[in-house]
T-cell receptor, first 114, second 115 residues
Framework: NAGVMQNPRHLVRRRGQEARLRCSPMKGHSHVYWYRQLPEEGLKFMVYLQKENIIDESGMPKERFSAEFPKEGPSILRIQQVVRGDSAAYFC????????????FGQGTRLTVV | GESVGLHLPTLSVQEGDNSIINCAYSNSASDYFIWYKQESGKGPQFIIDIRSNMDKRQGQRVTVLLNKTVKHLSLQIAATQPGDSAVYFCAENIGSGGSNYKLTFGKGTLLTVNP
C-alpha cells in the first residue's frame, strides 16, 4: 500500500505563473488535508477536503489559492499568479475518516518562486 | 495566533543519552496531542500521541508526558540514536466541536545526535 504521494517533489515557478500541486491519498482514504510549511516554521493548516467537497478552507488565503478533490484523480492545490512569499513546502495528508489520529503525511512539494 | 510553541529550538545530545524535547501550548480546549518527527526533505512522521485524559504514554523508546496544569508537553527519547536526528514537532487538536481534523503545529526542535 503506497503512502500519500505528492508530485512534483520540487517545483520552480516565476512570479506571476501558476503552480499546481498534486496529492494522491493512500488507498482507501477519502479525506485529504493540505498544510503549508514556511522555512523553519511548523505546518499551518490550509484546507480539508473530501471527495468533491471542500469541508474547511479556513486556512487558505482568500485570493489566488484554490483546492479541489475530484471524484476521480488526485487532489489539486492551485496557486495562481505566484509571488515570492508563496515559496514554501506544501504537505498533503490523508485519512480514511475525518480524524487527525489516522492521518498520514506525504513527502511534500517544495515550491520555489523566483 | 500560535497556540503551540517550543522551549528549545535546538538540542544536541550524545548517542546513547536520553533526549527530552519540550512543548508549551496555550489552548486549554485542546484535548489531543501528537508528536511528529520530520527528517530533512520528508513529511512529518507520526511518533506518539496522547489524549488529555492521560498524563503519560509510552511507546517504543519514546514517552510523552502531558501536564495540563501548566499546559506543557514533553517527548522523551531513550538511548538516542543517530537515526533520531530530525526536527520534532508537537501538534495539538481539539477533538470536540467538529474540528477534530485540524492540527496546530509548534515551530519544532532540531535534535542532533552526535556519535
Amino acid at each position: 500500500n503506497a503512502g500519500v504521494m505528492q508530485n512534483p517533489r520540487h517545483l520552480v515557478r516565476r512570479r506571476g505563473q501558476e503552480a499546481r500541486l498534486r496529492c494522491s491519498p493512500m488507498k482507501g482514504h477519502s479525506h485529504v488535508y493540505w498544510y503549508r510549511q514556511l522555512p523553519e516554521e511548523g505546518l499551518k493548516f490550509m484546507v480539508y477536503l473530501q471527495k468533491e467537497n471542500i469541508i474547511d478552507e479556513s486556512g487558505m488565503p482568500k485570493e489566488r489559492f484554490s483546492a479541489e478533490f475530484p471524484k476521480e484523480g488526485p487532489s489539486i492545490l492551485r496557486i495562481q499568479q505566484v509571488v515570492r512569499g508563496d515559496s514554501a513546502a506544501y504537505f498533503c495528508a490523508s485519512s480514511p475518516q475525518g480524524r487527525t489520529t489516522e492521518a498520514f503525511f506525504g513527502q511534500g512539494t517544495r515550491l520555489t518562486v523566483v | 495566533g500560535e497556540s503551540v510553541g517550543l522551549h528549545l529550538p535546538t538540542l544536541s545530545v550524545q548517542e546513547g543519552d536520553n533526549s527530552i524535547i519540550n512543548c508549551a501550548y496555550s489552548n486549554s480546549a485542546s484535548d489531543y496531542f501528537i508528536w511528529y518527527k520530520q527528517e530533512s526533505g520528508k513529511g512529518p512522521q507520526f511518533i506518539i500521541d496522547i489524549r488529555s485524559n492521560m498524563d503519560k504514554r509510552q511507546g517504543q523508546r519514546v514517552t510523552v508526558l502531558l501536564n495540563k496544569t501548566v499546559k506543557h508537553l514533553s517527548l522523551q527519547i531513550a538511548a538516542t540514536q543517530p537515526g533520531d536526528s530530525a526536527v520534532y514537532f508537537c501538534a495539538e487538536n481539539i477533538g470536540s466541536g467538529g474540528s477534530n481534523y485540524k492540527l496546530t503545529f509548534g515551530k519544532g526542535t532540531l535534535l542532533t545526535v552526535n556519535p
